[in-house]
């Protein structure tokens, strides 16, 4: 007989639930960005931003939060990456052609609406690829609170997208948003990464030197000048996703999955949500109207909201149209409006980048922060609302999928 569950124990299954459940680390992340906005406007402010300028030997808490927490982000990303192109959703071209399409078409859209606003400054111009990403854990958080009236397929295939999206932003960042660099310490960076594949070709396959070099990797990358989490995903490009010989058939006991697993709960939980803290506090003392209409922040908060919309759907409707890939399984066109709305969301990424493209300037950072925050408040409530009130595809008797009811 099983014995009845003690309170304790309820409360560590629901913990465990909550922690394993993926959309939970936007829910933690909406309360941090909160938070942070709440304490910047509050008596706490002139500690909270003395804390963040704070030195910790070389670097600032600011830095050591966006230049050495976020490599492990960045770590999981390529972990992601090169899971789903080997072996997961983007395996193949016809899982790969809709997503694939849908992300591209998702980062040129907000890029052009952003530069439409901002094509007569150059010291904002700067900032184009802002909204040019989408952050996965605050749209699955949305999809989280609409249960089961979303199709796994959407969810899917927007965890698709969002990958294929992070990949095109770790590009744009190594090519975009690189400092002067250090031939020096370039070289050695690429040195160290040749030992990373050479301990692949060797077929070792515990992580600990893997991740000895990786942070070698870290410290003569952030001396180069090429941003330092960049180093996160050239090591996870180099993890090996074979299993041990005594398992060869199970990936799930492969390096990539154990350090992917491994790392999931930490940065869901704690460094994304201090990213956050630390990014996301804005004073509104003495923001004007004509801050708000600046063209720095509306091109920034149109480009997530209509951009996103525009380039996503527009792009995927477009191949879906010409017969190249269908609609996600059980899906329907208003339903795929409502996830591309979602697509909208570009908090982590795109106050990453923003952080970067302004890093010298604390007012055009604000602004980057309140055309963040509004773009992507109103892109998920929208897409929230969307997707609340689509009708879904319910299959006829006897039948199995058919055409979308709204197509």
């Known amino acids: 007989m099983t014995p009845p569950a003690t309170p ?3 409360l560590r299954s629901v913990l465990r639930d909550f922690l394993d459940n993926s959309a939970s680390g936007g829910l933690v992340l909406m309360a941090s960005a909160v938070l ?12 909270y931003f003395a804390a963040l300028k704070a030195y910790i030997g070389p670097l600032n808490t600011q830095h050591w ?3 050495g927490l976020m490599a492990v982000f960045f770590l999981l990303v390529g972990l992601e990456i090169k899971r789903e192109v080997l072996d997961g959703q983007l395996s193949t071209w016809s899982r790969r052609i809709l ?6 078409g998702g980062m040129a859209a907000p890029a052009l609406i952003f530069v439409a606003f901002n094509l007569s400054d150059p010291n904002t111009l700067r900032g184009w690829a802002i ?7 605050f749209a699955l958080g949305v999809l989280a609170l609409l249960g089961p009236r979303v199709p796994t397929s959407l969810k899917v295939f927007l965890t698709a997208l969002a990958i294929i999206d992070d990949l095109g932003a770790v590009l744009i960042i190594a090519v975009f948003y690189t400092g002067d660099l250090s031939t020096t310490d370039l070289g050695l960076a690429g040195a160290t990464t040749l030992a990373l594949v050479a301990l692949n070709r ?5 992580l600990l030197p893997y991740l000895l070099l990786g942070a070698v990797l870290w410290f003569f990358v952030l001396r180069s000048g090429v941003h330092a989490t960049i180093a996160g995903v050239v090591l996870a490009f180099t993890i090996p996703l074979r299993a041990r010989p005594a398992a060869p058939d199970d990936r799930a006991a492969s390096p990539l999955h154990r350090l992917e697993h491994a790392l999931h709960t930490p940065v869901a939980f704690l460094i994304i949500p201090v990213f956050g803290l630390a990014n996301a506090g804005v004073s509104f003392a003495g923001i004007t109207a004509e801050a708000l209409l600046d063209h720095l922040t509306l091109g920034v908060a149109l480009g997530l909201l209509l951009g996103k919309l525009i380039g996503v759907f527009g792009s995927a409707a ?11 399984m059980g899906a329907t066109m208003t339903q795929l409006l409502g996830v591309s709305l979602l697509c909208g969301i570009g908090f982590t990424m ?3 980048i923003g952080m970067l493209a302004f890093a010298n300037d604390p007012i055009l950072q604000d602004e980057v922060k309140i055309g963040i925050l509004g773009g992507s408040v109103v892109a998920g409530l929208a897409g929230w609302a969307v997707l609340r009130v689509a009708p879904r595809e319910v299959p006829a008797p006897g039948q199995g999928r058919r055409a979308p009811a709204d197509a």
Do not use: C, H
């Open 8 to 10: 304790t124990g309820r």
């Open 350 to 352: 795109s106050l990453f």
């Open 202 to 206: 060797l077929g070792v396959l515990r």
């Open 318 to 328: 477009l191949v879906i149209r010409l017969r190249l890939a269908d609609v996600p």
């Open 131 to 137: 909204p040019a990403a989408t952050d996965i854990a």
């Open 36 to 47: 942070a906005l709440v304490v910047a406007n509050s008596p706490l402010a002139p500690a």
């Open 65 to 67: 939060i966006n230049d």
């Open 99 to 104: 997503p694939g399409v849908a992300a591209a």
